[in-house]
């Protein structure tokens, strides 16, 4: 079974960057577009950015000229550039990867505290 594998996650202070990445164990067909959500505590889950196989991004108000999404099609990963830092950020972040379905990763705790 497929699997996402995320890392980058950690503390860092406000103002600090930090670089998620998340990989499938395997080679996925049919990628349709790759992205990042985030669901912070008594929160519904959120979309932060995707990325189309053709280099199309998309991002949430709130991540705008903060965060970067990039990624490896050749490869399935895909990756958040996250930048200027907020405590407003801190949440689980996780991958996810659309073909006929969607997959997801298992979430990478993102805690932003002086």
């Known amino acids: 079974q497929v699997q996402l594998v995320e890392s980058g996650g950690g503390l860092v202070q406000p103002g600090g960057s930090l670089r998620l990445s998340c990989a499938a164990s395997?080679?996925?067909?049919?990628?349709?577009?790759m992205g990042w959500y985030r669901q912070a505590p008594g929160k519904q889950r959120e979309l932060v950015a995707t990325?189309?196989?053709?280099?199309?991004?998309n991002y949430a108000d709130s991540v705008k000229a903060r965060f970067t999404i990039s990624s490896d099609n050749a490869r399935n990963m895909v990756s958040l550039q996250m930048t200027l830092l907020k405590p407003e950020d801190t949440a689980v972040y996780y991958c996810?990867?659309?073909?006929?379905?969607?997959?997801w990763g298992q979430g990478t705790q993102v805690t932003v505290s002086s």
């Open positions: 996810n990867i659309v073909t006929w379905r969607s997959y």
């Open positions: 990325i189309t196989t053709g280099g199309i991004t």
């Open positions: 395997e080679k996925l067909l049919g990628v349709n577009y």
